[in-house]
């Protein structure tokens, strides 16, 4: 006759129980960000549109925006991070920033992400 009975189906309950509280919050912080994400675009086009009339595009998958340049196809990307935070990638080719200067910034503020993509928009017009 056995000691010690593991109920292994109890336990997996208890677990699932335990971490379902903290996958509903990731799963809404990742929403947070997409929605992030998709209000940053829309920022994009409201402000950079007058300025450079349909002169790029601006798309969002998840919690990453990429605006591209339409001359040239300099792609700049921006991943919304958690806390406030950003990750920005890319911008470089013709009509961005130089081959050397290749944009691979990991952990941002939202102040050095809007200053890097100004920076980014300006260079054809420097």
Known sequence: MPRHAFDLA???A???REQQPSQQS???????RD???RILRKSIEVFYAPKFPAQFDAGVQGSTVTVTKKAGGSALKIA???MEKFKLSGGSGPGG???DLAVNMSEVSEDEMMDTLEDWFNISHL
Request: charged residues 35%.
């Open 14 to 16: 208890e677990r699932a």
């Open 80 to 82: 919304v991070l958690p």
């Open 97 to 99: 920033f130089g081959a």
């Open 35 to 37: 929605e992030d994400a």
């Open 26 to 32: 990731a799963q809404a912080e990742t929403g947070d």
């Open 10 to 12: 109890r336990r997996s």
